[in-house]
């Protein structure tokens, strides 16, 4: 079975700093990636999602970036934080076909100040 | 497009009580998936079911059952004898081929379930 880690698990940024939120996946080959957001108190948000190495589709405009520089390895960046960045983010990976389940990792919470 | 409401926001029940939380799904396809997830306090989304379009049989797992029923397109979760540690916030999900190879969810808004002792 897939295991998800994200690190790190919080973390608490000035307005205008850099972000890096790290997600790597055991227990499977080739998966889907997929990160969310969740605002306190209220659904969750796809931002990206990747089908492979280098190949990366956003959701949303946004002052984020994804990256996914190994097979099982996925990366949400920033170069300025915002304050409506601030939230729970979550990474997930889907096995197999694309109609399998997505398995979530335990997430970042994030605060920008 | 694809759509999952979840009407009820905000549920409380004493231990003990059976409760059961509502899923309506809108979607043009034939094939589809639905999913519950559970999200406890410490935030992680943790997979609870999978059940495709072809499937209507209900299943029970301990003291948790699923109704699917396609005539409603609607897939409600029930928990028998409630605990405490049922206080999650539940999300019901739905996937189809037509959202593309990587299958994107389309999740409803939650369900906040409180179990009070």
């Known amino acids: 079975s897939q295991t998800i880690h994200q690190w790190p698990a919080t973390l608490v940024q000035p307005v205008g700093s850099p972000l890096s939120l790290e997600c790597t996946v055991e227990?499977?080959?080739?998966?889907?990636l997929y990160w969310y957001r969740q605002a306190a108190g209220r659904g969750l948000q796809l931002l990206f999602y990747s089908v492979g190495i280098g190949q990366i589709s956003s959701e949303v405009p946004q002052n984020l970036s994804a990256s996914r520089p190994q097979d099982r390895q996925f990366i949400l960046s920033s170069k300025k934080l915002l304050l409506s960045d601030s939230g729970f983010y979550l990474c997930?990976?889907?096995?197999?076909?694309?109609?399998?389940?997505?398995?979530f990792g335990p997430g970042t919470r994030l605060t920008v100040l | 497009a694809q759509k999952v409401t979840q009407a009820q926001t905000e549920i409380s029940v004493v231990e003990k009580e059976d409760v059961t939380l509502d899923c309506v799904y809108e979607?043009?396809?034939?094939?589809?998936?639905l999913f519950w997830y559970k999200q406890p306090p410490s935030g992680e989304l943790v997979f609870l079911i999978r059940?495709?379009?072809?499937?209507?049989q209900n299943e029970i797992s301990g003291r948790y059952s699923w109704n699917f029923q396609k005539s409603t397109s609607s897939f409600n979760f029930t928990i028998t004898a409630s605990q405490v540690v049922d206080s999650a916030v539940y999300f019901c999900?739905?996937?189809?081929?037509?959202?593309?190879?990587?299958?994107?969810?389309?999740f409803g808004k939650g369900i906040t379930l409180s179990v009070r002792p």
């Open positions: 227990g499977t080959s080739n998966p889907n």
């Open positions: 999900a739905l996937s189809t081929p037509s959202t593309g190879a990587n299958s994107k969810l389309t």
């Open positions: 979607t043009r396809d034939t094939t589809y998936y």
């Open positions: 059940r495709n379009s072809f499937d209507e």
């Open positions: 997930a990976s889907q096995g197999l076909a694309g109609t399998d389940t997505q398995y």
